[in-house]
């Protein structure tokens, strides 16, 4: 994934940085960042700051990062990003300082420089990361082994063992350094773990898969069905996406409060709470619609049941169903195949 | 952005990381959670990478207006200590004037204890009878605070009035149990004894309750062994107050129709609610009795060849000795044999004996402090024996915090803390103890308990521990 070539004709330290950046479907990474032969310069046109401080702050000598490439790293993320900054918006000198300013320019050198087969980043990041990575991998896992085994092989990926072409690719050099290093490399390790056990789920065999039990009560009319499909559809699409979320997470992966409210960053009481009101409103909204397509108040209620509950089962027949929407993240870098 | 095993494009492991640490922008936030809501693998691995919550948040260190405040339980505790001390210090500098009126020499003289073993079939679930609630007993029931203060206050005016030259004796199996309370005196007003306190046996009677004495030994029961010593239930019991507060017993006389006294006649006692039965044959005088009885109901049956067998029924209270004086009638000559091919009702394996309490049978007793050891101790054939020698002691009694005992086996056992702890007396006398009592007049100035040998020489002693020969009677 690459960016278009606005730059082509352009010289390397006059390309307006602060323009939004567009992201390309076919083009390869780093084309902005090869056709800049002085980005030092550039990143000191674009925020009056010079390269020297940002250096210092990430102490991008001890691995063994030069300033130009740590320009270009900058350089890329601000585009990349559109520098914190909705799209469309054009970013000034402040903004830009401001956005580099609130990266973790420490681990984001040291990732870069790892990336790019530094051997002094690399003991660093192993006196770092090498206990941590093992300890998130075994609690991914839940065993020690099976954990170990997922570190190691992320590390063989980290260190950029799969090449194309000459170019060594290390997911390291996808880190943007918006959050920590370590946040990073344990969604890595889940990914890698998440993925790997999708696509062993794929051999289970059909006869080991749980088949959902007969629903004692009488199916429903088909027209009947049909309206309460539609009738969910409207009013979960009318949700935002903290509450499709907080369904979803509840109901459907059977998550706890806590682990729900950690990631909601809320306490576990607002999340029961937020889940308890968001049932009931769910449930007045569906008889409305329901109401709404001609069913009498009553027949909408047969049709839910009385039982609130009852949602919950419609919910998570009608998300499963749904495929997740694509992220459209504006300069989102292509993520590494799952190995 | 790649596809992956889920259709669809979805963030990187970095939008995912930074979604996790809340630092993406607002707008960012919101696209990834309505990805989220709708992608199960990326939950999962937002689930998955998040940090594991920390273990244990640390105390937060208490304010400093807080740690003025924390020696005060100490100090409360320290005061309790000293008022406890000094209410201690003060009745016993009160009570110090009159050593001899001190003696409170209550007796408990009992059979040896029961073999229920013997009668009971084991591990058999012998419902516990249930006690009236009225009945006296050591633990307090609950009553309210008034009544109690009321109760208390009377007792204690009771005692000391007369208690202290009273001697209340008690039927017991097993232990120092006064036969009175403070609580029953004064729910029973009882006139106080003329000092000098009489002679044991002593009889007295309050209403239905009737204390005597019992001779050493009491009955001659036949189908009753001793116990082994051996024999121990296996409920362990370290406070048995709560069974001899409420024991009963039967005593009585069986005679023919002209009068004359029936020796060997046969006694049954059976308690109805569990079956149980004991037995004991009248002595040459035609007299009998059984001691050491739980309450409950019981049925009677008296009989003796070549007179018809008799039967009644008794209801049982605690802590009374009921007089049952039967005349037989003189009856046909019958024979009868009978066969039966049912198993033994009765374990000759073992002596040790169970038994399970009800819920009710706890919610019912009066006991003081629910305590569990004093619910065992009101099963039948459940008793402790504190005395070293693990034999019942035949009689006990107090003076103050002191216990005087005499084991089946004759020994005179000495505790100086209420019976928690007993020691053997050292005899200084030949032969066993045959009876122990408190000391009569005159002897009542210089000594507290009195006790003979089977040599039938009397010794005496002021603290239990100490004897000394007592002087000649002239």
Redesign the interface.
């Known amino acids: 994934?690459g960016y278009i070539d606005w730059v082509d004709s352009a010289p390397p330290h006059s390309v307006d940085f602060t323009r939004p950046s567009i992201s390309s479907e076919s083009g390869e990474q780093g084309l902005i960042l090869d056709r800049i032969q002085e980005p030092e310069l550039c990143l000191k046109e674009l925020s009056g700051v010079s390269i020297d401080e940002f250096w210092r702050e990430a102490d991008a000598g001890s691995v063994g990062l030069r300033k130009d490439e740590l320009a270009r790293v900058l350089l890329d993320l601000g585009v990349k990003y559109n520098y914190?900054l909705?799209p469309e918006t054009a970013a000034t000198g402040a903004q830009i300082v401001a956005f580099w300013q609130?990266l973790q320019l420490q681990d984001l050198a040291l990732a870069h420089a790892c990336a790019l087969g530094r051997d002094a980043a690399w003991q660093q990041f192993m006196v770092r990361f090498r206990e941590p990575l093992r300890q998130a991998a075994a609690?991914?896992t839940g065993s020690a082994p099976l954990g170990r085994e997922l570190a190691d092989s992320l590390y063989a990926e980290l260190f950029g063992v799969t090449e194309r072409g000459e170019q060594r690719r290390s997911?390291l050099a996808?880190?943007?350094g918006?959050?920590?290093l370590k946040?990073?490399l344990?969604?890595?390790?889940?990914?890698r773990?998440?993925?790997h056990h999708?696509?062993a789920s794929?051999e289970t065999p059909i006869t080991n898969e749980d088949l959902p039990a007969a629903s004692p009560a009488p199916i429903p009319a088909p027209d009947v069905l049909s309206r309460l499909s539609r009738s969910l559809t409207a009013t979960l699409g009318s949700l935002?996406?903290?509450e499709?979320?907080l369904?979803?997470?509840w109901f459907?992966?059977q998550?706890t409060l806590?682990?729900i409210s950690?990631?909601l960053?809320v306490h576990e009481a607002t999340v029961s709470r937020r889940l308890q009101r968001l049932t009931a409103r769910l449930h007045k909204e569906l008889l409305k619609n329901m109401q709404a397509s001609g069913m009498s108040r009553t027949a909408a209620k047969e049709a839910l049941g009385t039982d609130p509950r009852d949602i919950d089962i419609n919910l998570r027949s009608l998300?499963q169903a749904?495929?997740?929407?694509?992220?459209?993240?504006q300069g989102?870098?292509?993520?590494?195949?799952?190995r | 952005?790649?596809e992956?095993?889920?259709?669809?494009?979805?963030?990187?492991?970095?939008?995912?990381?930074?979604f996790?640490?809340?630092?993406?922008?607002e707008?960012?936030r919101?696209?990834?959670?309505?990805?989220?809501?709708?992608?199960?693998?990326?939950?999962?691995?937002?689930?998955?990478?998040?940090?594991?919550?920390p273990a244990v948040a640390a105390p937060k260190p208490a304010p400093a207006w807080r740690r003025w405040f924390a020696p005060i339980p100490a100090l409360a505790a320290a005061a309790a200590v000293c008022v406890a001390v000094l209410a201690v210090s003060l009745y016993l500098h009160h009570t110090a004037g009159a050593p001899t009126r001190d003696v409170a020499a209550r007796i408990e003289q009992s059979l040896p204890a029961l073999a229920p073993g013997a009668d009971n079939e084991k591990g058999a679930h012998v419902p516990l009878p249930v006690m009236p609630k009225a009945a006296p007993n050591t633990q307090q029931p609950r009553t309210k605070p008034g009544r109690a203060r009321a109760a208390r206050g009377a007792a204690t005016e009771e005692n000391s009035r007369a208690a202290t030259e009273s001697v209340d004796v008690s039927p017991s199996t097993s232990g120092s149990i006064p036969a009175t309370t403070p609580a029953q005196q004064a729910t029973t007003p009882t006139p106080a004894p003329p000092s000098p306190p009489p002679p044991p046996p002593l009889v007295a009677q309050s209403g239905n309750i009737q204390l005597q004495q019992l001779p050493v030994p009491p009955v001659s029961s036949s189908s009753i062994p001793p116990p082994p010593p051996a024999n121990s239930p296996n409920v362990t019991l370290k406070d048995d107050q709560g069974l001899a507060d409420s024991l009963s017993g039967i005593s009585g006389t069986v005679t023919d129709a002209s009068g004359a006294v029936i020796p060997g006649a046969a006694i049954m006692l059976r308690q109805l609610a569990t079956g149980a039965s004991r037995n004991a044959r009248t002595d040459a005088r035609g007299q009998f009795q059984l001691t050491g009885v739980a309450p409950g109901r019981y049925e009677l049956q008296i009989t003796r060849p070549g007179f018809q067998q008799t039967s009644r029924q008794i209801d049982l209270q605690p802590r009374e000795i009921a007089a049952v004086n039967s005349k037989l009638e003189v009856g046909a000559v019958a024979e009868s044999v009978m066969v039966t091919g049912e198993a033994p009702m009765i374990n000759t394996t073992t002596s040790s004996v169970s038994s399970s309490i009800r819920k009710k049978d706890v919610r019912d007793l009066p006991l003081n402090g629910r305590s569990f050891e004093t619910l065992a101790a009101t099963v039948t054939g459940a008793g402790g024996n504190p005395l070293p020698s693990k034999l019942p002691a035949t009689t006990t009694m107090a003076s103050g915090k002191a216990r005087v005992a005499v084991d089946s086996a004759g020994v005179l056992y000495f505790s100086s803390n209420e019976g928690k702890r007993w020691k053997a007396v050292k005899p200084v006398w030949r032969g066993k103890v045959v009876r122990l009592a408190p000391a009569e007049p005159p002897q009542t100035a210089i000594a507290a308990f009195q006790l003979t040998t089977d040599s039938d020489s009397t010794w005496l002693s002021r603290d239990g521990n100490h004897w000394f020969p007592a002087p000649p009677v002239h």
């Open positions: 994934m914190g909705a609130t609690g991914i997911p996808y880190y943007s918006r959050g920590s946040g990073f344990r969604a890595t390790l889940a990914q773990n998440v993925d999708r696509r794929r935002p996406p903290d499709r979320f369904l979803s997470a459907l992966d998550r806590l682990e950690r990631i960053r998300l749904s495929r997740p929407a694509a992220f459209i993240q989102a870098l292509e993520d590494p195949e799952p | 952005m790649s992956h095993l889920q259709p669809g494009l979805h963030p990187d492991a970095d939008s995912l990381s930074a996790i640490e809340g630092v993406l922008p707008r960012e919101l696209q990834c959670l309505a990805h989220l809501a709708d992608c199960s693998r990326c939950r999962e691995i937002v689930f998955l990478a998040q940090e594991p919550p």
